[in-house]
């Protein structure tokens, strides 16, 4: 007799994908008031550490491919968040700038993000969350 499958909440993919979905839709509602996606607003935040990166260095540290992070910017740009310019050193390359916009709303958005943050821990002892982390930085690292 052949076993029965047990379905896809047995793979670590599978619990891992509904979590994303489950914390992206918490993140989307929150900063929709600014009229930004999560994944813009992960942009924002790294350059909010570095303002006028290489597009290359942003793409790269963010972990997105060149067309991904493109279709990005157009729309920050287009909400006049970001700008694009030559790189004086490189014609080839782009950097990325943030414009005012993005610089006066930088402490509310990173307001609301902290709090998001601190309403999804408040269900996990500080223990508990500290292991969550380091597992996740693991696999990043590892896979």
């Known amino acids: 007799m052949s076993k029965k499958p047990e379905g ?6 599978f619990k891992l994908s509904r979590v994303m979905r489950k914390i992206q839709r918490y993140y ?3 900063l929709n008031s600014f009229g930004i996606t999560p994944v813009q607003f992960y942009v924002l935040s790294a350059l909010w550490v570095n ?3 290489k597009f290359k260095d942003l793409a ?3 972990d997105m491919d060149g067309s991904t992070l493109t279709g990005i ?3 920050l740009e287009r909400m006049d968040y970001v700008e694009r310019r030559d790189d004086p050193e490189d014609r080839r390359s782009l950097l990325i700038f943030l414009k005012e916009k993005a610089k006066v709303r930088q402490q509310e958005i ?4 902290e709090q998001l943050n601190l309403e999804i821990k408040k269900d996990f002892s500080d223990q508990e969350f500290d292991i969550f982390e380091r597992v996740l930085d693991r696999l990043i690292k590892e896979k």
């Open 51 to 53: 303002d006028g990166v």
């Open 60 to 62: 790269k540290s963010l």
């Open 28 to 30: 989307e509602s929150s």
């Open 73 to 75: 910017l157009d729309r």
């Open 110 to 113: 990173i307001g609301l993000a």
């Open 8 to 13: 896809p909440s047995k793979y670590i993919c």
